[in-house]
């Protein structure tokens, strides 16, 4: 059972004084001549004293109630890590294996991508070659059970979904499968095998001479697929690469260090780590990157934090490349994993990494952890999105790039060019519709399989589907659904809507492939930057020693 407020209210000050004196206490030797025997004088041994474990055998013993004390420990944890800083983190047992798949790059599975659809689990995609295609799996079927449990028509999340088909590699897992067509349920064994999880999500020629490459995080593998991506639009006679980080969280430090490498010159610093115990380390370029003479911009914003400001801030500070978008994270802090002896870990804040110029771009956290995640909404509220000018910079925190421009650290990496937030059709319609256009576009991709299977480009696929007036399609499945038409909020959205319809149903056959290049469309950070490389503001902007440049309104 929980504990209640006040048995919380005692535990706090006595687990935070436990802490900081490390919790064992080995008593001092003393002798007293007023402390005597008849052996003659002895030894006052203080018994070793662990006052978290003390606290919790008491209230295991004696409280009023029941107590898992396992349990509790597990929720006092967490209690004492975040009066340390918000990225110094616990995590049990059971959720650190979901933790580092993300990281890690492959988990055990059977290799679909599915979507929930009126308490229904409905195919996706298959993965080329993974287990469901080897036993004949396809995208539109219906998973309706999983070894004994349905799944069907019983309200079952997607996580659940998720834990029932993953595994280890090497076991199995029979489903029951219901497909178009087909009367009766099909069976399938499949065993379990490595399933990838892609980091670089895609790259493809904007134009003729830019390219651009989207990575969504740092992980184990992403070095290795970035290499791929950066090939394959060299292979194009890329001149100019737009490398997308943004909403990118972060990962592995390593991996964002080989990264620049790829672009910077023999020498040139890429980041450096410090901390209490850990001594300043120094990353400098080994001038064997392949991208050293290509063109390279970086897109952030608000979400962009820890490894990819690491990447940014390396070429920002190095004058390699102009940064676009909007203010980062302000994610400064490097953790180490301690692996606990019950199979859980505390990833444990060790240094600070600083760029080039010597900035360390972690913003405060004083204030606690609750006000640090809300710095976002603050943001927000003060017009930071939309304003440069909304930023106030802390000037005792200036530095300067290579060339001499200004830079500033104490909270993220500010973009060279600031791009505002676009709202151009996002009022109450767009935000009433929403959560239908992705149901949609699922429904109607399950529906035309075969015809959207014959589009082998997003350029095709977007001329497709503006042909058969997809937006018409959509109204009609809205209002069966009982949303009401505003026709002038409707005509603001429209543009917006449609583009995002064709993206989604793109994705469904293309993947990733067919998603961004009509998401394009509507991204005025990636047009901005493409702009700003056509026009040599991008070289400008390198070259001048003068604050930041904005764009739009």
Same mark, same amino acid.
């Given at each position: 059972?929980?504990?209640?407020?006040?048995?919380?209210?005692?535990?706090?000050?006595?687990?935070?004084?436990?802490?900081?004196?490390?919790?064992?206490?080995?008593?001092?030797?003393?002798?007293?001549?007023?402390?005597?025997?008849?052996?003659?004088?002895?030894?006052?041994?203080?018994?070793?004293?662990?006052?978290?474990?003390?606290?919790?055998?008491?209230?295991?013993?004696?409280?009023?109630?029941?107590?898992?004390?396992?349990?509790?420990?597990?929720?006092?944890?967490?209690?004492?890590?975040?009066?340390?800083?918000?990225?110094?983190?616990?995590?049990?047992?059971?959720?650190?294996?979901?933790?580092?798949?993300?990281?890690?790059?492959?988990?055990?599975?059977?290799?679909?991508?599915?979507?929930?659809?009126?308490?229904?689990?409905?195919?996706?995609?298959?993965?080329?070659?993974?287990?469901?295609?080897?036993?004949?799996?396809?995208?539109?079927?219906?998973?309706?059970?999983?070894?004994?449990?349905?799944?069907?028509?019983?309200?079952?999340?997607?996580?659940?979904?998720?834990?029932?088909?993953?595994?280890?590699?090497?076991?199995?897992?029979?489903?029951?499968?219901?497909?178009?067509?087909?009367?009766?349920?099909?069976?399938?064994?499949?065993?379990?095998?490595?399933?990838?999880?892609?980091?670089?999500?895609?790259?493809?020629?904007?134009?003729?001479?830019?390219?651009?490459?989207?990575?969504?995080?740092?992980?184990?593998?992403?070095?290795?697929?970035?290499?791929?991506?950066?090939?394959?639009?060299?292979?194009?006679?890329?001149?100019?690469?737009?490398?997308?980080?943004?909403?990118?969280?972060?990962?592995?430090?390593?991996?964002?260090?080989?990264?620049?490498?790829?672009?910077?010159?023999?020498?040139?610093? +890429? #980041? &450096?780590?410090? =901390?209490?115990?850990? !001594?300043?380390?120094? *990353?400098?370029?080994?001038? @064997? %990157?392949?991208?050293?003479?290509?063109?390279?911009?970086?897109?952030?914003?608000?979400?962009?934090?820890?490894?990819?400001?690491?990447?940014?801030?390396?070429?920002?500070?190095?004058?390699?490349?102009?940064?676009?978008?909007?203010?980062?994270?302000?994610?400064?802090?490097?953790?180490?994993?301690?692996?606990?002896?019950?199979?859980?870990?505390?990833?444990?804040?060790?240094?600070?990494?600083?760029?080039?110029?010597?900035?360390?771009?972690?913003?405060?956290?004083?204030?606690?952890?609750?006000?640090?995640?809300?710095?976002?909404?603050?943001?927000?509220?003060?017009?930071?999105?939309?304003?440069?000018?909304?930023?106030?910079?802390?000037?005792?925190?200036?530095?300067?790039?290579?060339?001499?421009? +200004? #830079? &500033?650290?104490? =909270?993220?990496?500010? !973009?060279?060019?600031? *791009?505002?937030?676009?709202? @151009? %059709?996002?009022?109450?319609?767009?935000?009433?519709?929403?959560?239908?256009?992705?149901?949609?576009?699922?429904?109607?991709?399950?529906?035309?399989?075969?015809?959207?299977?014959?589009?082998?480009?997003?350029?095709?696929?977007?001329?497709?589907?503006?042909?058969?007036?997809?937006?018409?399609?959509?109204?009609?499945?809205?209002?069966?659904?009982?949303?009401?038409?505003?026709?002038?909020?409707?005509?603001?959205?429209?543009?917006?809507?449609?583009?995002?319809?064709?993206?989604?149903?793109?994705?469904?056959?293309?993947?990733?492939?067919?998603?961004?290049?009509?998401?394009?469309?509507?991204?005025?950070?990636?047009?901005?930057?493409?702009?700003?490389?056509?026009?040599?503001?991008?070289?400008?902007?390198?070259?001048?020693?003068?604050?930041?440049?904005?764009?739009?309104?």
């Amino acid at each position: 059972m929980k504990y209640n407020n006040s048995l919380r209210q005692i535990l706090y000050p006595l687990i935070l004084v436990a802490v900081l004196i490390i919790g064992i206490f080995i008593g001092r030797f003393r002798s007293s001549s007023n402390m005597q025997t008849s052996a003659g004088s002895r030894l006052l041994i203080y018994p070793q004293t662990n006052k978290v474990e003390n606290i919790l055998n008491r209230i295991s013993e004696d409280y009023v109630d029941s107590i898992d004390k396992q349990d509790l420990t597990e929720k006092i944890i967490p209690d004492i890590l975040k009066h340390l800083d918000p990225h110094t983190v616990y995590i049990s047992a059971k959720d650190l294996q979901m933790a580092n798949e993300e990281l890690e790059g492959n988990f055990g599975g059977i290799g679909v991508q599915f979507d929930m659809q009126t308490d229904t689990v409905m195919v996706v995609q298959v993965i080329s070659g993974g287990p469901s295609e080897k036993v004949g799996i396809l995208p539109g079927d219906r998973i309706v059970s999983v070894n004994d449990s349905t799944i069907a028509g019983v309200k079952m999340n997607a996580d659940k979904v998720k834990n029932l088909l993953r595994g280890e590699m090497g076991t199995k897992v029979r489903v029951g499968v219901v497909r178009r067509a087909v009367a009766d349920t099909l069976e399938f064994e499949i065993t379990r095998g490595n399933i990838p999880l892609f980091s670089v999500d895609v790259s493809y020629m904007i134009n003729d001479s830019v390219g651009y490459v989207k990575v969504s995080k740092f992980a184990r593998n992403t070095y290795q697929e970035f290499l791929a991506a950066i090939a394959k639009l060299k292979a194009h006679n890329c001149k100019d690469m737009i490398i997308d980080m943004r909403e990118n969280s972060g990962g592995y430090l390593d991996i964002a260090i080989s990264m620049c490498n790829e672009f910077l010159s023999k020498g040139d610093m +890429i #980041v &450096y780590t410090e =901390g209490k115990a850990s !001594p300043r380390q120094i *990353v400098h370029a080994t001038g @064997t %990157g392949s991208c050293q003479n290509v063109g390279v911009t970086v897109l952030i914003d608000e979400f962009s934090a820890s490894a990819s400001e690491i990447f940014a801030g390396a070429i920002q500070d190095n004058d390699r490349g102009a940064v676009i978008g909007r203010r980062s994270f302000g994610k400064g802090l490097v953790q180490q994993p301690f692996p606990l002896t019950d199979g859980s870990e505390i990833r444990l804040t060790i240094a600070r990494y600083y760029t080039p110029s010597g900035r360390c771009i972690q913003k405060p956290y004083e204030n606690g952890v609750e006000d640090y995640h809300q710095d976002i909404l603050t943001r927000l509220e003060h017009g930071e999105f939309y304003e440069r000018d909304s930023i106030v910079l802390d000037e005792s925190l200036k530095n300067f790039t290579r060339n001499g421009r +200004i #830079v &500033y650290g104490g =909270g993220g990496i500010m !973009p060279d060019i600031f *791009v505002p937030g676009d709202t @151009t %059709g996002i009022n109450s319609f767009y935000r009433s519709v929403y959560g239908y256009m992705y149901q949609f576009a699922v429904k109607y991709s399950d529906e035309n399989r075969a015809e959207l299977h014959r589009f082998e480009t997003a350029k095709e696929m977007s001329a497709h589907l503006e042909s058969v007036s997809i937006m018409n399609s959509f109204i009609r499945f809205i209002e069966k659904e009982g949303v009401k038409i505003n026709n002038k909020k409707l005509n603001q959205s429209r543009t917006l809507i449609n583009t995002l319809l064709k993206a989604y149903i793109a994705r469904g056959t293309l993947e990733e492939e067919g998603f961004y290049p009509i998401v394009y469309e509507i991204d005025n950070i990636a047009q901005a930057a493409v702009e700003a490389i056509r026009t040599g503001e991008v070289k400008a902007v390198l070259a001048a020693n003068e604050e930041e440049t904005t764009v739009g309104e």
